[in-house]
């Protein structure tokens, strides 16, 4: 398993009640699991519209199981943005 950090933003800030936080996980769909678990309500909810980024590369369509985390990794989590 390896360990590293999910930055929330904008709405997915609000959501969680913080802009960080560690994971433990070894692709994308644990560490988003263990949030979902950490932080039922709004934040399953905006996590559907969220896209990632996992250091600072875009995860678009891949399927999250299949996008392994790095030791000391960061997700970035993010919501639409107004404006674009």
Not at 34 to 57: M, T, Y
Request: glycine share 12%.
């Amino acid at each position: 398993m390896a360990t590293g950090t999910i930055r929330y933003w904008a709405a997915a800030k609000a959501a969680a009640g913080l802009a960080e936080e560690p994971y433990t996980a070894d692709n994308l769909a644990q560490a988003l699991d263990v949030a979902r678990e950490k932080h039922p309500g709004e934040l399953v909810r905006v996590l559907q519209r969220c896209s990632f980024l996992i250091d600072g590369d875009p995860v678009g369509t891949r399927g999250h199981e299949t996008v392994r985390l790095a030791e000391g990794g960061t997700v970035e989590v993010l919501p639409p943005f107004a404006g674009g």
